[in-house]
Nanobody
Framework: QVQLVESGGGLVQAGGSLRLSCAAS????????MAWFRQAPGKEREFVAA????????YYADSVKGRFTISRDNAKNAVYLQMNSLKPKDTAVYYC???????????????????WGQGTQVTISS
């Protein structure tokens, strides 16, 4: 089992950058696949990025490709989301998710992930 705590959210102007962090508990973090999702007000939670335990498999939503980067530091039990060129439509609560094995068929779905953090608010002003 793993517990996740996100941090790094805030208010930035359009075009700016933010780096989100997700701290994970548990001695087997390095074997977990990780992902970021987001949920805007009145909308369903949507996939942002995913990363396998070895970082050999990485996926991004088309809406963030080229602007966001998911990375991990297994020594620190942490996964990050570097967000550049932020847009007002990126405003959402961002959630970190984990799963023991990479969900090869449903990595882009909420149901593909077993553990979730509490979320961190990201607000982009125009």
């Amino acid at each position: 089992q793993v517990q996740l705590v996100e941090s790094g959210g805030g208010l930035v102007q359009a075009g700016g950058s933010l780096r989100l962090s997700c701290a994970a508990s548990g001695r087997t973090f390095s074997s977990y696949s990780m992902a970021w999702f987001r949920q805007a007000p009145g909308k369903e939670r949507e996939f942002v990025a995913a990363n396998s335990w070895s970082s050999t498999t990485t996926y991004y939503a088309d809406s963030v490709k080229g602007r966001f980067t998911i990375s991990r530091d297994n020594a620190k039990n942490a996964v990050y989301l570097q967000m550049n060129s932020l847009k007002p439509k990126d405003t959402a609560v961002y959630y970190c998710a984990a799963r023991r094995t990479f969900p090869v068929s449903n990595w882009h779905l909420v149901t593909g992930w077993d553990y979730w953090g509490q979320g961190t608010q990201v607000t982009i002003s125009s």
